[in-house]
């Protein structure tokens, strides 16, 4: 069974940075695609960042700029290292996995448990 658990959110002030990183199992890391997504309460869940099987990486315009997608296929990670961040970014944060080459255009795939980033003003 596939497994995804993300760590590393937390409580930040304005400004400050974050590193959260998933660690996969039950799948074949390296033939995946991986990405993140926040959901805000009362929200609709929203694509962050991806990262292909290859490497190509891409960012939300939302988060554009202050936050980069990696990789580390010895370890089965995927990281998102946030900087600069803003009350707008307090949300959870959820890993997803799905097929190197799929969409991203939908959510689909599987999923981590999220983990919770609350950006203080």
């Known amino acids: 069974q596939v497994q995804l658990v993300e760590s590393g959110g937390g409580l930040v ?11 996969a199992s039950g799948l074949t890391f390296t ?13 609709q869940r ?8 290859g490497g190509s990486t891409y960012y939300a315009s939302s ?8 990789r580390d296929n010895a370890k089965n990670t995927v990281y998102l290292q946030m900087n600069s961040l803003k009350p707008e970014d307090t949300a959870v944060y959820y890993c997803n996995a799905r ?3 799929s969409s991203w ?3 689909f795939g599987s999923w981590g448990q ?6 203080s003003s």
């Open 13 to 23: 002030q304005a400004g400050g940075s974050l590193r959260l990183a998933c660690v």
């Open 31 to 43: 033939i995946n695609d991986m990405g993140w997504y926040r959901q805000a309460p009362g929200k």
């Open 46 to 53: 929203e694509l962050v960042a991806f990262i292909r099987s």
């Open 63 to 70: 988060m554009k700029g202050r936050v980069t997608i990696s």
């Open 99 to 101: 097929p190197g080459g």
């Open 105 to 107: 255009t939908f959510p």
């Open 114 to 119: 999220g983990t919770q980033v609350t950006v």
